[in-house]
């Protein structure tokens, strides 16, 4: 298989990463998490001038029609600066949504306000029980005329405090763990019925809980049985995230290298101890073991058969969590008492890291999935 990179991808690596260490500095990192959203407004917009916030998106809609190696290009740049914007939510996961399960119609009003910068979109999908499970939801959705009314409570919705629209998994029939049932709804953030508290995460970037008390809803494919689509929109997203977690965790990689030739101790430098040397070796190897497993999943993300997709995901989100944990925990304790500092920016790195490990299932988690699927090659394997 060819893994080289087309002219036009290179440049769009080479982009990116030219606007991450102009823009994305840990200095000015800081002080975009200080504006009013969290986030930079005018970063946004530079995403969008350079055509990244439409990157996936047809051609028809102000897009580039990218997939997911663009994507993984995109996101491993970001690893890289510890981006704070709603890329993820609005443009991977949010515009995934519409355009895997939208209408012709939905599509056309959504996705090329979401390549101007104009729409922000958030998913609304954990509940307080739900842990992992995408299909346990209680929270109800029920026809009245032509529209739908939505009463329940989501958490932890990622950008939830600045989005202008939620993407919201309610059940419309079936029990609260039935994979039937399940309907995906588009509700304005702002409309009636709506309320929503929005509070900083651990790893800098911002999130709300939502409660929805008889707002209205507009459906999003077909109502109860969204969950497919859902699916498959959240596994591209969880190869978006191992692409952003082997930048971080390279980033993590060279902070440490790069202390280890500075750092004196006993008169030389601490990375001519051959103990620290062994220890330098081995984040790079299960960084390298990570970067393989998050391009298969970048492969994977596409496929049209879900066990065989599910298979990809999990086995790629084990390693990331596995890998992620091994080189942070090391680059903290090479690091040594600075580390730990919020001055420094290793600590931040293996925070986002910890963090990509929880959202849409822990390596644990993920390893039962992939143990109950008789493995990454199935049981006759």
């Not at 440049?11 to 986030?39: C, T």
């Not at 914007?85 to 355009?99: A, F, K, Q």
């Not at 992992?132 to 009245?144: N, P």
């Not at 994979?179 to 929005?198: C, Q, Y």
Request: aromatic share 8%; net charge negative.
């Amino acid at each position: 298989m060819d893994f080289d990179l087309s002219d036009d991808q290179r440049l769009l690596k080479d982009s990116v990463e030219r606007l991450i260490a102009d823009k994305y500095g840990f200095e000015n990192r800081k002080k975009y998490m200080q504006q009013p959203d969290g986030w930079s407004r005018e970063i946004w917009a530079q995403l969008a001038e350079l055509g990244l916030l439409g990157l996936p998106f047809a051609e028809q809609y102000g897009g580039f029609g990218g997939g997911s190696v663009e994507t993984m290009l995109v996101m491993e740049a970001f690893g890289h600066g510890l981006v704070l914007e709603p890329y993820v939510s609005t443009v991977v996961l949010g515009g995934g949504l519409i355009r895997g399960l939208g209408s012709a119609a939905q599509q056309a009003a959504i996705l090329p306000a979401i390549a101007e910068g104009k729409r922000l979109l958030a998913f609304a999908h954990v509940e307080r029980h739900s842990r992992y499970d995408l299909f346990d939801v209680v929270t109800t959705a029920k026809r009245e005329g032509t529209g739908w009314t939505l009463n329940g409570a989501k958490s932890v919705v990622l950008h939830g405090d600045s989005a202008d629209q939620f993407l919201v998994t309610a059940r419309i029939a079936g029990g609260q763990r039935a994979r039937d049932g399940i309907g995906l709804f588009l509700v304005d953030a702002k409309g009636a019925g709506v309320s929503r508290r929005g509070y900083p995460t651990q790893d800098g970037l911002r999130a709300a809980e939502v409660t929805l008390s008889g707002a209205a809803g507009e459906a999003v494919g077909d109502p109860g049985a969204a969950l497919p689509g859902i699916e498959h929109a959240v596994d591209r997203t969880i190869a978006a995230l191992c692409a952003e977690a082997v930048g971080v965790m390279a980033s993590m990689q060279e902070l440490t290298l790069d202390y280890l030739k500075t750092r004196k101790q006993f008169g030389r430098a601490i990375g001519e101890f051959q103990v620290l040397q062994h220890r330098a070796v081995d984040m790079l190897i299960a960084e390298e073991q990570a970067r393989s497993m998050a391009l298969f999943a970048t492969v994977m993300a596409d496929e049209i058969n879900p066990v065989e997709r599910t298979r990809a995901i999990a086995a790629a989100k084990v390693q990331i969590g596995r890998s992620g944990r091994h080189v942070g925990q090391e680059c903290i304790q090479l690091h040594g008492g600075i580390g730990m500092t919020m001055e420094y920016k290793a600590g931040h790195y293996f925070k986002r890291m910890t963090m990509i490990d929880k959202l849409y299932g822990d390596a644990d988690q993920h390893l039962t999935t992939l143990a109950k699927l008789g493995g990454l090659f199935g049981a006759a394997a």
